[in-house]
């Protein structure tokens, strides 16, 4: 995909911690504070990322997130890739 049509300029995402921290329980995201995954998005690909906050936005990123999963599954299996070391080259 981004062969093809370039990175995109922004990602909708769940509020997962591995993309957001929290302060508080079901509060809104501290945008000030980088994430591993954020810093990497924002300083190497100049991507912004953006919290989904209602139960349809959360679903909706879940489901785009399944069928990237599905999508790489059926690629390594195409390529008749099966060992991790293989996958991440």
């Not at 062969?3 to 911690?17: H, I, K, N, P, V």
């Not at 995954?37 to 989904?52: C, F, N, S, Y």
């Not at 790489?72 to 070391?85: N, S």
Request: charged share 30%; hydrophobic share 40%; net charge negative.
């Amino acid at each position: 995909m981004i062969e093809a049509r370039g990175l995109s300029c922004s990602l909708y995402t769940d509020q997962a911690s591995h993309y957001w921290l929290t302060p508080e329980a079901g509060g809104k995201v501290n945008k000030d504070r980088l994430t591993q995954i954020r810093l990497a998005m924002k300083a190497e690909l100049g991507i912004d990322m953006i919290p989904a906050y209602s139960p349809e936005a959360r679903g909706r990123s879940e489901r785009v997130f399944k069928t990237h999963q599905d999508r790489l599954m059926k690629e390594l299996a195409l390529l008749e890739i099966t060992e991790m070391e293989a996958a991440n080259q």
